[in-house]
T-cell receptor
């Protein structure tokens, strides 16, 4: 079963614009993570936000978490063509000894030069 | 160079044959994972191992088997019982057994095609 649902499924923007991607989930979490995947490659971790945090920054990335709405957003500012990739949110629904991540289906971001 | 390696990058198999995908890490991580990725489906967990000589089924374990005899190695066998094995397979690791609490590091993936 997939916990995270990303929105939109696909996003196309012009270089220099900001990209905002959203993730909603259904059950309580310990943390939420965002990953990037370039076509045909493995995933790369971008940022982890814990359930007691509301906002985190990493370079041009800004992640927010609203546990009351069970949602998160990833903002990429001043996008570049190299940001073209698929982006996944993943949630840690801790259930005791077998803590594991559950991934959403991903958002395809295209940044036009 | 520290990281996770998967081999081969592309693999072709005839129906009815078992095939083993390799995953090796030199990060000294306790936990390792196997995911399957199909177009439009995201990642689905096949098996995971939190410690050497122990592993658990994920969401889609049927038709797959694993072993974890060494900390750095977690091979995945796709058996002939797996009805639709054509997919992109990703191996990952995390520093400790609480795999969801920390980031996961991914290998480059193996694309398996059944002919």
């Amino acid at each position: 079963s997939q916990q995270g649902e990303e929105d939109p499924q696909a996003l196309s923007i012009q270089e220099g614009e900001n990209a905002t991607m959203n993730c909603s989930y259904k059950t309580s979490i310990n943390n939420l993570q965002w990953y990037r995947q370039n076509s045909g490659r493995g995933l790369v971790h971008l940022i982890l936000i814990r359930s007691n945090e509301r906002e985190k920054h990493s370079g041009r990335l800004r992640v927010t978490l609203d546990t009351s709405k069970k949602s998160s957003s990833l903002l990429i500012t001043a996008s570049r063509a190299a940001d073209t990739a698929s982006y996944f949110c993943a949630t840690d629904g801790y259930t005791g000894a077998n803590s594991k991540l559950t991934f959403g289906k991903g958002i395809t971001l295209s940044v036009r030069p | 160079d520290g990281g996770i390696t998967q081999s081969p990058k592309y693999l072709f198999r005839k129906e009815g044959q078992n095939v083993t995908l390799s995953c090796e890490q030199n990060l000294n991580h306790d936990a390792m994972y196997w995911y399957r990725q199909d177009p439009g489906q995201g990642l689905r967990l096949i098996y995971y191992s939190q410690i050497v000589n122990d592993f658990q089924k994920g969401d889609i374990a049927e038709g797959y088997s694993v072993s974890r005899e060494k900390k750095e190695s977690f091979p995945l066998t796709v058996t002939s019982a797996q009805k639709n094995p054509t997919a992109f397979y990703l191996c990952a690791s995390s520093i400790d057994r609480w795999g969801g609490r920390n980031e996961q590091f991914f290998g480059p993936g193996t694309r398996l095609t059944v002919l």
